[in-house]
């Protein structure tokens, strides 16, 4: 099995640190554009569709 260098491994976890902080931000804008309301009933919708 191949040896994952350090350097890829670290690149892989700010890709997915930065992921996390994208998702995170798009959940506070939605908040704060829509309400608490509105925000989950469009999380439930969301959930809905892919299920």
């Given at each position: 099995?191949?040896?994952v260098?350090?350097?890829s491994r670290t690149?892989?976890?700010w890709g997915l640190v930065?992921?996390?902080a994208v998702l995170l931000a798009a959940a506070i804008g939605?908040?704060?554009r829509h309400g608490a309301a509105v925000f989950?009933?469009?999380v439930a919708?969301?959930?809905a569709y892919c299920f």
């Open positions: 099995m191949a040896e260098s350090p350097v690149v892989a976890r930065v992921g996390l939605l908040w704060a989950f009933d469009m919708a969301g959930f």
